[in-house]
DNA sequence: ATGACCATGTAATCCGTTACATGATTCG
DNA sequence: CGAATCATGTAACGGATTACATGGTCAT
């Protein structure tokens, strides 16, 4: 499983379920989430296989927490899952499904509509991607030699996240273009030519 | 839940579980699959609730095979949810997490390695799904005005696959040569010029 | 005091994977 | 005859979501 192997890697600093879940909201929900009730049960599994260990920590303001810090045994186990080669799991897409499958509709403009309700959505995401980049590196990525070696690994990270969002908003621009041109199909000459300097838009915006 | 959807899509022509389970791994692994193991009893959930019906085929040649269709309510249940707007899931990638937390290893050597053998697990899927591409359209998208409705939209998704892997390849290569950079920080000048010339190389590549 | 938020947990349910079981056909 | 492939299923387990339950603190 990874989700074990992803709260050995958030209690790098000892932490609560609660702290790890806020830490996911924040510069991860890219690759990873989980809720609380999964969190929870997760946690004390792991206590009991030995990799973490928990405390009460006492209320002196606010609600009691169980605060978990990793084992020798749990920071080897990690440092296992890193070196195991990367783990490819499969990805499911259901957006893209619908659209595989939306000829049934026969309606070129309820396509049309899809693919500029879900341009929105990722665009929405993308940009909470690109403030996490810009608070780690920098505007132009000025600070980025300057990153410690925790902040220039969640830095790839977050750029994949960033090229990952891009692309398929890119994608969704190709895909409208495509339909126009097919609603269209005897508008006047240079529809390639459109679609070409579109191109040229979208790898200035790089 | 969407596998249902997925088989009610996939279920256009009548066809048996095992069909349907070739039908995933052709051109759409890139964004679902299933195991028999899952398909078989949907399918059965399925036609108790009214969606399919399935009659056993006699086996002229070749063992028995059932053979599911759609009803009228399965059709109708399939358009509701290709008109009900995107569906965002939840996306996760362990192989990110891996990277995130790969800063416990404290050993770039190590990052690198990593980054070179997704590069290549990704690459290798890449070259699956622009063959899929071309069967579509043709080299240069040459049929690509000849395609019918179903195709198109077949066509679209495969697009995002392509472009999806392909920019997860691009960070890759951005991730590595950051990575050389960090480890030599003190090379010869022009260490952004070189990033700009890849800029450029991946542009064409387009 | 009331509602928002902090914090921890359980229960029910469903989704998905791996392993197992069965039997027929086809090819060498 | 034996191995590979076609084809259909069940069982066990584990991962993930949704709903439910509890109680404390803090600001208005």
Redo the contacts between chains.
């Keep these: 499983m990874?989700l074990d192997?992803?709260l050995l890697?958030m209690l790098?600093a000892p932490a609560s379920g609660y702290d790890i879940k806020r830490g996911f909201s924040e510069g991860?929900r890219?690759?990873?989430?989980a809720e609380l009730s999964q969190i929870y049960p997760a946690l004390k599994k792991l206590e009991e296989r030995g990799w973490l260990e928990s405390r009460l920590e006492p209320p002196a303001r606010g609600p009691r927490r169980r605060v978990y810090h990793r084992t020798t045994e749990g920071?080897t186990e990690?440092?296992r899952?890193?070196?195991a080669?990367?783990?490819?799991?499969?990805?499911?897409?259901?957006?893209?499904?619908?659209?595989?499958?939306?000829?049934?509709?026969?309606d070129l403009e309820?396509?049309s509509d899809?693919m500029l309700?879900?341009r929105s959505?990722l665009e929405e995401f993308l940009a909470l991607l690109r403030q996490a980049e810009l608070d780690i590196a920098g505007p132009d990525g000025a600070r980025?030699?300057d990153l410690?070696?925790?902040d220039?690994?969640?830095y790839?990270?977050v750029?994949?996240?960033v090229?990952?969002l891009?692309?398929?908003v890119?994608?969704c621009d190709?895909?409208l273009a495509?339909i126009e041109r097919?609603r269209r199909?005897h508008a006047v000459a240079g529809g390639a030519q459109a679609q070409d300097r579109q191109?040229r838009k979208e790898?200035r915006r790089?």
């Design positions: 990874s192997h992803i890697g790098a991860s890219h690759f990873w989430s920071r990690l440092l899952w890193l070196t080669g990367p783990q490819m799991g499969t990805q499911r897409f259901a957006y893209v499904a619908q659209l595989f499958f939306m000829h049934e509709l026969d309820a396509t899809f309700e879900l959505r980025l030699d410690s070696g925790e220039f690994h969640v790839l990270a750029r994949m996240g090229r990952s891009r692309s398929r890119d994608w190709e895909a495509h097919r199909p191109d790898r790089g």
